[in-house]
């Protein structure tokens, strides 16, 4: 069993900062990426940063300049670093991991159950 719990979310103003972490846990052997996605209401789920085991980044170009994402890899955590938010960034942030499991072969995908994401004009 893998489980990907989520820390961070909360309302802040416009111009403000807020820092998610998401942590993975369970059976694992290794993680091959990391990243971050959101959904706004009325919206599809979008890519917002990932981060690959060789240490590459992508980011969403709406959020390139404002977002960091990084990794620790011995805690198995992902963090998204998110500065001057702007009302469009509300949305519920989900982690989401491609890992190899000790019990199963190939790699599988996991989400985190997401936590919410308010920024106030």
């Known amino acids: 069993q893998v489980q990907l719990v989520e820390f961070g979310g909360g309302l802040v103003q416009a111009g403000g900062s807020l820092r998610l972490s998401c942590e993975a846990s369970g059976s694992i052997f290794s993680i091959n990426v990391m990243g971050w996605y959101r959904q706004a209401p009325g919206k599809q789920r979008e890519l917002v940063a990932v981060?690959?085991?060789?240490?590459?980044?992508n980011y969403a170009d709406s959020v390139k300049g404002r977002f960091t994402i990084s990794r620790d890899g011995a805690k198995n955590t992902v963090y998204l670093q998110m500065n001057s938010l702007k009302p469009e960034d509300t949305a519920v942030y989900y982690c989401?991991?491609?890992?190899?499991?000790?019990?199963?072969?190939?790699?599988?995908?996991?989400w985190g159950q997401g936590t919410q994401v308010t920024v106030s004009s």
């Open positions: 981060s690959t085991s060789d240490g590459s980044t």
């Open positions: 989401n991991a491609v890992l190899r499991r000790y019990t199963l072969s190939g790699y599988s995908e996991h």
